[in-house]
């Protein structure tokens, strides 16, 4: 049998959620940039047209007609190629669809089949569930078309696919990020690749939108479950592979376990219908692929990279340009303003110091340091005689009290006032420097430090904003973030001498904890079992359950864990349940 090669391109693009036009328009461009380096099959990513994930919008008939009138033109630049491309598909339901098209006709659809509800994903409010796997002849080669979850599940749609025919497995995905979810996610191809003896191409989206963020991180696996071809991190990219689909034949022939169908393949394949797309094999001459050679990134930078990548998208998808952010001398503002020059450019990074009577000047030092060092415009505006102010206005209702974290609160909170007074006055948004440890024991002020558009560490545990904040030293080759910021105790600096553990067990004890409690949803026994004094745990534990209601006014922010407050874990505020272990 003659050797042939599919040309096949991976079209892993940015798609703004509602940008319909837009991510139109981007979808064409790629199209014709895959033409120019003659690819024969283009894919894009779920929901590529809409954006993902689009939530209530699907209620609206008018964003799904328009998504469609979308899909209609990029039917008519299609000439001399074969697209795939996710759309929202509407007769009697409405479907997270893919849409399968050649030469300027729309040549068949494909319905998702398994629509994840859990953790961040909320499908089944939306779409109604595919119930065909058909198997679509494209250049006459058997090729199965999937959604993301779908390729998930080892009895899937695309396993039927396989065993009807399909040497080609097409999964478009937007799968997001959290640590660990890279690995997981090429495991799982790669085991689909070999047992199934097919080629898979795993298109996944990139890009921000509100609190997730998506890798990108395509992938085109052989049929033995090696990588041939991977797209970049975090970044848009278009990923070219020449693919041998006469050795995909070869093994299939092969191997003896086709031959032993179980009775749940048998089953499926009966449903099975295929779609003629196109018979012809192409015959053009191609240009040769430049060389491509892309390395994954370690769990720091992928960390620190999908930082950058969800505060960009989110500012610039919302139409701000410039951000400001209270810089204290401490941890967290220091890599949130690395962050956003990062993400941004300095010139767009405006950071302000406040500092009250409690402030060391280490810390006015140090806030200064970082911002010469980053470059960015620099202010200070002293509290001062806006807290004596506050004092002298509650004096009479304060009287014969001490004072406590009442009056902690008030600096908090005329800080949050005027950063958003600058926000208010130059469009600038507030990025709030919040970090995970804080948000899940509530040690943050509501309206004060919490105050803020988007909070980048949101989802950072503490002990993770030094390694980050290491790392970007590292990376930057010099001290960006001054050493003394990086050494000193962690301080609010709201009364004399204060420290973090004044109040809080010390991060390196408590953040496995909270990672226990919260992620891993253990009991108190639980982890203290796994060696944790008991004190420390049902401290924390308490901590979490007394701070919903703050927790639910924050901002949004970056998902980096795999089980993050808000979109993943959603508790009742008005809740008296209690751990009664120990």
């Known amino acids: 049998m003659e050797t042939r090669t599919l040309r096949l391109g991976m079209a892993q693009i940015n798609s703004t959620v509602g940008d319909l036009s837009g991510n139109t328009k981007k979808i064409l461009r790629y199209i014709d940039e895959a033409k120019a380096l003659g690819v024969d099959l283009l894919t894009f990513p779920e929901l590529a047209i809409t954006g993902y994930p689009p939530e209530d919008l699907l209620l609206k008939p008018q964003f799904i007609k328009q998504n469609q009138e979308c899909l209609k033109e990029i039917v008519r630049h299609t000439s001399d190629i074969t697209v795939v491309v996710g759309f929202v598909d509407s007769d009697s339901d409405t479907y997270n669809a893919a849409a399968v098209i050649y030469n300027n006709k729309l040549a068949g659809v494909y319905h998702k089949v398994y629509l994840p509800n859990y953790g961040v994903f909320d499908e089944n409010r939306y779409f109604q569930a595919g119930t065909e796997s058909p198997v679509f002849i494209i250049y006459g080669i058997g090729t199965g078309i ?146 491509r050679q892309v390395e994954r990134l370690d769990e720091p930078g992928e960390k620190y990279q999908a930082l950058i990548l969800g505060t960009r998208d989110y500012v610039h998808k919302n139409g701000f340009e410039k951000v400001v952010i209270g810089l204290s001398g401490g941890v967290d503002s220091s890599l949130v303003a690395a962050i956003a020059v990062d993400a941004l450019g300095a010139d767009n990074v405006v950071g302000v110091s406040m500092p009250s009577r409690y402030s060391s000047p280490n810390s006015k030092s140090d806030a200064e340091a970082l911002a010469k060092n980053l470059g960015i415009e620099f202010k200070v505006i002293p509290i001062e005689k806006a807290f004596s102010s ?136 639980q982890i203290v079992a796994m060696g944790f004094d008991r004190e420390i745990v049902m401290r924390a534990a308490h901590l979490v359950d007394r701070n919903e209601y703050k927790r639910r006014q924050a901002a949004p922010g970056i998902k980096i864990t795999p089980r993050d407050f808000g979109r993943d874990r959603r508790l009742p505020i008005t809740n008296r349940f209690k751990d009664q272990s120990g």
Not at 225 to 233: F, W
């Open 146 to 291: 999937t959604i993301c979850e779908d390729m998930w599940y080892e009895t899937g749609p695309a396993a039927v696919q396989a065993y009807s025919g399909a040497r080609l497995l097409v999964n478009i995905g937007a799968s997001p990020y959290h640590a660990g979810k890279g690995d997981l996610r090429e495991r799982m191809l790669a085991t689909r690749a070999a047992e199934n003896v097919a080629i898979v191409a795993y298109n996944n989206l990139v890009g921000g939108q509100d609190e997730l963020v998506f890798d990108g991180n395509s992938l085109i696996i052989n049929q033995k479950g090696e990588i041939i071809a991977r797209g970049r991190q975090f970044e848009e990219d278009l990923v070219v592979a020449d693919l041998d689909v006469e050795s995909v034949f070869r093994s299939q022939m092969h191997d003896p376990r086709r031959r032993k169908e179980a009775p749940w393949i048998k089953k499926g394949m009966e449903q099975v219908t295929k779609i003629e797309v196109s018979h012809e094999y192409p015959t053009a001459a191609r240009p040769p692929l430049p060389p």
């Open 390 to 525: 506050y004092l002298e206005t509650l004096a009479e209702p304060f009287k014969d009290t001490q004072p406590d974290v009442t009056e902690e609160n008030i600096q908090a909170r005329i800080r949050g006032n005027i950063l958003f007074a600058l926000s208010n006055k130059f469009g600038w948004l507030v990025l709030a420097c919040s970090n995970k440890s804080e948000t899940a024991t509530g040690y943050a002020t509501l309206y004060g430090d919490m105050a803020g558009g988007f909070i980048p560490l949101k989802d950072v545990p503490k002990t993770t904003v030094f390694e980050l904040a290491k790392y970007k030293n590292h990376q930057a080759g010099k001290e960006v973030i001054p050493s003394s910021v990086l050494t000193k105790a962690p301080s609010a600096e709201l009364r004399p001498d204060q420290k973090d553990t004044d109040t809080l067990p010390p991060y390196e004890l408590l953040d496995p904890v909270l990672k226990a409690y919260v992620e891993d949803d253990l009991s108190i026994d």
